[in-house]
């Protein structure tokens, strides 16, 4: 049985409209969970994948799926029967992937770190490193930081200093337009050379294939180098979310900061800036990259539709 199958199978047995979590949970009590063919380590993050990418860019699926949260998938052939009149369907559109350059996701993984992160995120420009020989493969595209001053008392948050822990966590991204078994492993090293000097560092993608040995080899990459993945959702930037865990490092890397800061003149003022706002406890979000909000991202790829 495959993924769709299955969520078929569920959806028409509970005849009405069911997220993935609840598909995968329906199908793990009712023992479907043991027929389907998968290996990955993660069969409910490939299921609501699969279902996803079927909506958006089958025209001819059997699947709809609404605009609430969390989305919700219901069969085209049970409509007539079931009251639809309560939630809204999600459009079927897609931006192919020649349509749009990796710089056009900055914005997308800036809207997911700020809402879902807690965290500030700067872009990094190459161009402006003074050092042109160490290339891609040492620039992260996009650095963030979380601050726990909204979410920890001030009495906690001096104790935590004066003991050397301050809870600030550094992030670390490398975006990419899509991820497949032609450019995972470059893709991949990539990202473990330029992100994995922060506490978490992150490749984030918008189209990351479903085929069952990419992912399999995408999680052992994973768990190998604890580098996490986020599918980044172009439609709906709610729906962005990490597919594979980063693993959560209590000591940065200081050397290869270092080495970036002497020659990245972003990376260097976003080090100043966060110690401004440690120092301060006000942090200034105009400093950081501007978080546009749902529509302002829907315009932003409009024109490349």
Known sequence: MTFLELAEKIIKEENKALSTDEIWQIAQSKGYDKEVATKGKTPGATLG?????????????????????PKRFLLKSLTDIINIENFELEPVHSIKKQEYQERDLHPFIVYYGFYYLRAYLKTVRHSKSGKKEFGEWVHPDIVGCYFPFNDWKDEVVEVSSLMGNTAVKLFSFELKKGLSLSNIRESFFQAVSN???????????????????????????????GIGVIRIDIDDPDFTKVILPARTKDLVDWETVNKLASINPDFRDFLKRIKVDITSREIRREMYDSVLDREELSKLLAKKK
């Open 49 to 69: 994948a699969r279902l996803y990418v079927e909506v958006r860019d089958n025209p001819k699926s059997i699947f709809i799926a609404t605009s609430s949260r």
């Open 195 to 225: 992100s994995s000097w922060a506490n978490e560092g992150y490749i984030a993608a918008a189209n990351i294939d479903d085929n069952e040995d990419f992912r399999i080899e995408l999680e052992r990459l994973s768990t190998s180098f």
